[in-house]
């Protein structure tokens, strides 16, 4: 009797405090280097209006495709935010810099310029 009340002597130093959270929806990610990251893109907001703007609403460039709903958990779909897909390719811990995207139809590099407080037309 004598050796498990030692044992439980000696539990209480190797039990350590530790510190962690956890945000329902949010799982961690882990990305080994030179794999793709996923760029999701939602609204734009302005100093100048109080309504957010649809992201494709001015003249970026779109996925191939079209853009896709990208809504992760049910608090997002909930709230209204549109996340969706974007036509960016980024790689984790890979230093890629200067590639145009666009340039056709709906702007982008070589689209019409726009001025701060200017508004896309929709077609």
């Known amino acids: 009797m004598l050796v498990p009340l030692r044992l439980l002597a000696l539990l209480p130093p190797l039990l350590q405090p530790t510190l962690s959270f956890y945000l ?3 799982d961690p990610l882990t990305f080994p280097p030179n794999s793709p990251v996923g760029l999701k893109v939602n609204a734009l907001s302005s100093t100048h209006t109080q309504l957010p703007l649809d992201y494709y609403s001015m003249p970026f460039c779109a996925p191939d495709g079209g853009p896709e ?13 549109k996340i969706q897909t974007s036509p960016y390719h980024l790689y984790m ?4 810099f200067c590639h145009v995207r666009g340039g056709g139809k ?4 070589g689209g019409a310029e726009k001025r701060p407080g200017s508004r ?3 077609e």
């Open 106 to 109: 709906g702007g982008g590099a």
């Open 93 to 96: 811990l890979l230093d890629d």
């Open 69 to 81: 709903m990208s809504s992760e958990n049910l608090g997002e779909f909930l709230t209204g935010n």
């Open 24 to 26: 329902p929806g949010v």
């Open 120 to 122: 896309a037309k929709s």
